[in-house]
């Protein structure tokens, strides 16, 4: 199990990634942009080429960032939101990024998997959190007497 704590950047980079907020939004649309660029990227290699890579990582790091943050907050529905925005921001990264086979994409496809398996938990945990439990009645479970 990987802590929140562990995926976070160090804080320099957050004031980075805070400063270009403004100048990522117009080009990609705001929170929740990632399938946006992935389908226009998906029409074709053209498309593709016209996307803003630096706006997209700075997407990604700021979803990362505001997954933490909700993770550590106990809001597990916008963790795993803004984990699986931060893994397909990413996945636009190493898909632009084509053939590249250095470490900083094992690094970005460790990224992707882990913020994918920890959205994919959160999920479950939120989902069991909502479950009902059922009514026990005395004489149920240990060493009741029954009938």
């Known amino acids: 199990a990987t802590s929140p704590s562990s995926?976070?950047?160090?804080?320099?980079?957050?004031?980075?990634?805070?400063?270009?907020?403004a100048s990522a939004a117009p080009v990609a649309g705001g929170r929740?942009?990632?399938?946006?660029?992935?389908?226009?990227?998906?029409?074709?290699?053209?498309?593709?080429q016209s996307i803003d890579l630096d706006a997209v990582r700075?997407?990604?790091?700021?979803?990362?960032?505001?997954?933490i943050e909700a993770d550590q907050q106990g809001d597990h529905v916008a963790a795993a939101s803004s984990y699986d925005e931060a893994a397909?921001?990413?996945?636009?990264?190493?898909?632009?990024?084509?053939?590249?086979?250095?470490?900083?994409r094992r690094a970005l496809e460790g990224k992707v998997q882990e913020y994918r398996q920890r959205a994919e938990f959160l999920r479950n945990k939120s989902l069991a959190a909502t479950l009902p439990t059922p009514?026990?009645?005395?004489?149920?479970?240990?060493?009741?007497?029954g009938d």
């Open 58 to 67: 700075r997407l990604a790091a700021k979803a990362a960032f505001d997954a």
């Open 88 to 104: 397909n921001n990413l996945t636009i990264v190493l898909e632009s990024e084509a053939a590249d086979g250095g470490s900083d």
């Open 32 to 48: 929740g942009a990632g399938s946006e660029c992935r389908a226009a990227g998906a029409s074709g290699e053209a498309e593709m």
């Open 135 to 145: 009514p026990r009645e005395e004489g149920d479970g240990e060493g009741g007497a």
């Open 7 to 21: 995926l976070a950047p160090n804080n320099n980079r957050r004031e980075r990634v805070e400063q270009g907020e």
